[in-house]
């Protein structure tokens, strides 16, 4: 059966030990978002949301971005834990990242937390990066959690997943 649970070491993090509802917690670890051959992002101060079933996902900090090439898209989701959540492009000499990171301007009160600060799809940046490992995208682009090698599944996104 494709969706039964590894395992974790005493390193590791199984995405099925996640709440849900999801849980918003303070991260030390060192963020890196890489685009257009440069640094878009670096942070030690950023915030993990955990979810049953999904790699984490890292919100980092305005005061930690690259502001300067961030443009707000038009489009909208809604997340039926946190809110509407906006989204950014990416544009630098003329080449532009539609949809390539978003936020939550006024979050639920739960994740109140997360105003403001803007989490990247790892599949549409160069690299990402989580203390020095670089990033695996979670498949589907749905959820855009970021998987290194202390995060166990099976992972949902890919396609056959979504009635998990």
């Known amino acids: ?79 039926e834990w946190k809110g509407e959540a906006r989204f950014y492009d990416l544009s630098f000499e003329q080449k532009t990242i539609e949809d390539a990171a978003w936020y939550y301007p006024s979050p639920v009160r739960r994740f109140a937390e997360l105003a403001g600060h803007v ?6 940046m160069a690299g990402c990066w989580v203390d020095g490992e670089k990033v695996i995208p979670q498949e589907g682009d749905f959820y ?6 202390k995060i166990v599944g099976p992972f949902k996104g890919a396609p056959g997943t979504l009635g998990w």
């Open 1 to 79: 059966m494709k969706n039964k649970r590894v395992q974790p070491t005493s390193q590791q993090e199984s995405v099925w030990d996640y709440p849900r509802p999801p849980r918003l917690e303070q991260s030390e670890s060192t963020i890196v978002v890489e685009a257009f051959g440069i640094q878009v992002a670096r942070s030690t101060k950023t915030k993990r949301v955990l979810e049953t079933s999904h790699p984490p996902v890292h919100y980092i900090p305005p005061e930690d971005l690259d502001m300067k090439i961030m443009i707000p898209s038009q489009r909208r989701s809604w997340c």
């Open 144 to 149: 855009g959690g970021w998987i290194t090698s």
């Open 119 to 124: 989490a990247f799809y790892p599949t549409k």
